[in-house]
């Protein structure tokens, strides 16, 4: 529009009209009273076409996220019921094998995190988790009140936690140590 091409300040009442009569444009349906402004501009509504920029559309799809019980995303379904996307990822949440078709942009992970490209880490607002680790690897914002570890992951695969982090259970256990974590 004018006002945000050139910084220059029109009166309510001329933006008001213009931005009706932008509108009627682009719909294919201009008002008489518009039509008559014009004339009185000494312009025609063709003109006024010639002279529009094309409007941008960008090319939005809705796509539902199908999830696992952890929050990790397996799918991304289309409107149509297709699958137009696909991940698969092991107990950590390194990615195993994706399936991206149509090039879609999927970067969350975990609950809260999303991919960062550059690094190949997980961003987590204050801090980034590697998943070939299995825990952050920057410290807990909140430093111990979160616990005696300060890079663990809360929702780590092999442990449980307390809600008041006061004691865990192992419920995976190695071959070498069968029963102790």
């Known amino acids: 529009m004018l006002q945000e091409d050139t910084g220059v300040t029109l009166p309510a009442e ?3 009209m ?3 009569l932008e509108r009627e444009l682009r719909a294919g349906a201009v008002s008489a009273e518009s039509e008559a ?3 009185q501009c000494g312009l025609t509504v063709e003109q006024m076409e010639s002279q529009m920029e094309a409007e941008y559309i960008p090319e939005r799809r809705l796509h539902l996220y199908h999830c696992d019980h952890r929050g990790l995303p397996q799918a991304l379904i289309s409107p149509e019921g297709e699958t137009a996307w696909r991940g698969e990822y092991d107990e950590w949440g390194n990615q195993l ?3 991206n078709p149509h090039h879609l942009y999927q970067p969350y992970r975990l609950p809260g995190q999303q991919y960062d490209e550059e690094s190949g880490l997980y961003y987590n607002r204050h801090r ?3 998943p070939l680790q299995g825990r952050y690897i920057t410290q807990d ?3 111990l009140k979160g616990g005696i ?3 663990t992951y809360p929702l780590a695969p092999i442990r449980y936690t307390t809600g008041v982090r006061t004691s ?3 419920i995976w256990a190695s071959r070498s140590r069968p029963g102790r974590c």
Do not use: F, Q, S, T
Request: one cysteine or more; proline letters at 4%.
């Open 37 to 39: 402004w014009l004339a």
């Open 141 to 143: 914002p909140i430093g």
């Open 18 to 20: 213009l931005g009706r």
């Open 149 to 151: 570890n300060l890079y």
């Open 14 to 16: 001329l933006a008001v």
């Open 168 to 170: 865990y259970k192992c």
């Open 97 to 99: 094998n994706e399936e």
């Open 128 to 130: 980034y988790y590697d």
